[in-house]
């Protein structure tokens, strides 16, 4: 059995509640605190060197731009109506059929999970 020592036990809590945190979110609070929080407590703790953490967070760079791209466009979709009109669009095609509507509801979600990136 390998050694745990207090250390990575402390990690593993805090990477568990920050978990359970962005899973749950307790007192109604956004997903990205509990993260952050998590995050944050293992450099506060020493638990994560904070120039392990600085590093970690500059690699990753490109993904935080394309997400936050994908989260503008999602916004101005959604201001605009564009998920709407898809859902519309989908009901009307469907000439009250339950099948056709299940079908294009399916369609319809895809696109939508696709244009909306993972939220």
Not at 6 to 11: E, P
Not at 55 to 62: H, M, Y
Request: glycine share 10%; with cysteine.
């Amino acid at each position: 059995m390998p050694d745990v020592t207090v250390a990575t036990g402390a990690t593993w809590a805090i990477a568990a509640l920050a978990t359970v945190g962005v899973i749950g979110r307790p007192m109604r609070w956004p997903e990205w605190i509990w993260a952050v929080a998590g995050a944050v407590l293992l450099v506060i703790l020493g638990l994560l060197p904070f120039g392990v953490a600085a590093s970690a967070t500059a690699k990753g760079l490109d993904v935080y731009l394309f997400l936050t791209g994908m989260m503008l466009l999602s916004e101005t979709a959604r201001a605009h109506g564009v998920f709407d009109w898809i859902a519309a669009t989908a009901v009307n095609r469907a000439n009250k059929s339950t099948g056709r509507l299940f079908l294009l509801r399916a369609q319809t979600s895809a696109v939508i999970c696709f244009s909306r990136g993972a939220r």
